[in-house]
């Protein structure tokens, strides 16, 4: 006799009392981009929908987000002053410490991560200090002034601290220096399987962090790679990471689930910009159905084992979800 999977699927009352994998406000967590201003908020051509805003701009934003429910930031930031190390995330003044500042003031309870990188802040595009030597990111060099980044985002009052750069150690040294002035309860949210993927370039036009040369392959992770991906995510686990993340989120759902099969620690899905645009490009052409098909890619990526999930679609999906 064979079995007859139909008898649950005959109306959505059954579907939904057997449905395994539901998405709630609660999962996403909304990427937002600063820009030194005042009033302005520039749409991104490459990303209907998303915006560089200006400090007044992001605040207003985060009122309207806590209204659909959705109660975490990322933040990203575009300064006006580039240099060869980033100084401009270094002072205790930078454009990111005096957002969370002003958002704190107005939402006190908005939960804000912070990205900590180098690479919006480089005249040359990449994620840390040059070697001229290698022509690559200093490794070593870098993980001296990510802590230093990390402080700021600290005591400005950031409640995560997110690293993004793909530097070796860097979870230890961020731990032990947020440890030490005594931040010991702000959590890591660890970028630790990030893959050099074709997928980040309209991210790059939003943040204006293109590479003036070369690419990002001597520091962020093959897309061949599997096992690496795995160990990669489980040494900064060991390090002291307490979420880790997988990027990009759609070619990589068999990476989350290995890494959910091989860890206990939350997990994070970046569902990236050139995914974004890929979808709102064939939405706004009428070839697909663009909030089933939203909706749909983003329950894959908690099927396959995501905890959260970092997407420009985290408004949309949460009006959906609200039924408005
Ligand atoms: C910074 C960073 C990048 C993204 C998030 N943090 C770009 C990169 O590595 O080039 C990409 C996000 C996206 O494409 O949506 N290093």
Known sequence: MFKRFRRLRTNETIRSLVRETILTPNDFMYPLFVK???????????MPGVFQMSIDEIVKECGQIQELGLNTVILFAIPDVKDSVGSECLCTNSIIARTIK????????????TDLCFCEYTDHGHCGIMDPKTQSVD???????SAQQAIVHAKAGANMIAPSGMMDGIIEVLRTALDKEGFVNLPIMSYSTKFASAFYGP??????????FGDRRTYQMDVGNRLEAIEESLEDERQG??????KPALSFLDTIRDIRNNTNLPIAAYNVSGEYAMLK??????LIDYEKVMMEKLVSMK?????????????EACKLLQGN
């Open 102 to 113: 002003a958002i704190k003031e107005k939402y006190p309870n908005m939960y804000i991560a």
């Open 36 to 46: 030194e201003g005042e009033n302005i908020k520039d749409e991104v051509s490459s």
């Open 303 to 315: 099927r396959a084992g995501a905890n959260i999930i970092i997407t420009y679609h985290a408004k």
């Open 139 to 145: 490794n070593d060099a870098t993980l001296e002034i």
């Open 241 to 246: 990471a307490d979420i880790l993340m997988v």
């Open 203 to 212: 991210f790059r036009d939003v943040a204006e962090s293109t590479p003036s």
């Open 281 to 286: 490009l064939a939405g706004a052409n009428g």
